[in-house]
């Protein structure tokens, strides 16, 4: 028997993305809504109740209507907003966080899937953090720059109508309020006291993201190096389909020595970098903000959930 799916949020950028995954499946039935009734309570109820598994690709609030829409006990919910990624009601997905996540995610009903910028910021720190290289009290800073599909409908068609006030195309701080919504998830699941000085930034390319993080060596409570720290991440993440931990200063897949955000693009891959020396230290993610930073990590949880293998229908 198939399992029914519903995509609350069929007409956005990460609902996209899932039925593009999903129609290529014969293990799923998705379940369609009239788009004339897409914002129409009684008809996503309806639909809601009647799948197995949906996939929630709306804003917070909207996110937070359709969970108290859900009669049925046996429907499970997977959302993508930030409503309920920091909530200990939901579990957090990200299977690579640490032993027993999986299970977790295997068992829930309600699985939140990681922010874009999160699940790179997460994926370089939390076992820094656990291996007791990066005190838990520890500044950290984060830079990440993204394509700009990231920022949604109307940040989409303001670069591809060129709607800006200048012709030039520069990338673009934002968030400067230093309160950007992933914040409260990204320090929840490092394992930071302290939520990190986090930049990010959006530049003219579609797809792609790297999100990275400084270290300096002199803070730290032992003496490590920049290959050290690549070694501790290459083991923590040995058997993980999905994570690669690159060689020491690996510029391989780079252009003419520039490190490009695009490479990763169409998989679920997410690429962990370590560059620098005994004094400076740069952990850098590479990977798809629409793969393993948003509906890519969506099927990876959705196969987990169904107890299929996690690579079912994606690209490493």
């Not at 709306?58 to 309920?84: C, G, H, M, Q, Y």
């Not at 509906?295 to 994606?314: C, H, K, P, R, Y």
Request: aromatic share 8%; net charge neutral; glycine share 8%.
């Amino acid at each position: 028997m198939k399992t029914k799916i519903f995509v609350d949020g069929q007409e956005g950028t990460t609902g996209l993305k899932i039925h593009e995954y999903l129609s290529l499946r014969s293990d799923v039935e998705v379940l369609k809504i009239d788009p004339e009734k897409r914002k129409d309570p009684a008809a996503r109820a309806e639909l809601i109740n009647e799948a197995d598994i949906v996939f929630l690709c709306l804003p917070d609030a909207a996110a937070r209507e359709s969970v108290s829409l859900v009669k049925n006990p046996k429907t499970r919910i997977i959302d993508t907003s930030t409503a309920f990624r920091t909530s200990d009601r939901w579990t957090y997905g990200l299977p690579e966080l640490g032993e027993g996540q999986r299970e977790k995610i295997r068992i829930s009903e309600r699985v939140a899937n990681p922010g874009c910028h999160a699940t790179g910021f997460i994926l370089a720190v939390n076992p820094l953090v656990k291996k007791g290289i990066l005190p838990v009290d520890y500044p950290v800073s984060c830079c990440s720059i993204t394509g700009y599909s990231g920022g949604g409908r109307k940040l989409i068609e303001r670069y591809e109508t060129n709607a800006w006030k200048t012709d030039k195309r520069y990338p673009r701080h934002y968030s400067l309020g230093l309160n950007h919504k992933h914040l409260p998830e990204m320090q929840m699941f490092s394992g930071l006291k302290y939520p990190p000085l986090f930049t990010p930034v959006v530049a003219d390319f579609y797809n792609g993201m790297i999100v990275s993080v400084p270290i300096v060596t002199r803070l730290l409570p032992k003496s490590i190096t920049a290959e050290n720290v690549r070694e501790v991440l290459a083991d923590y993440y040995e058997e993980e389909p999905f994570v690669k931990v690159m060689p020491f200063g690996d510029v391989s897949s780079f252009e003419d020595g520039y490190f490009t955000p695009e490479a990763c693009n169409g998989t679920n891959r997410l690429e962990i970098f370590v560059f620098g020396n005994d004094e400076r230290i740069l952990v850098a993610a590479r990977f798809d903000n629409l793969g393993k930073g948003a509906s890519g990590a969506a099927i990876q949880n959705l196969n987990i959930m169904l107890g299929v293998d996690e690579t079912t229908g994606l690209k490493a």
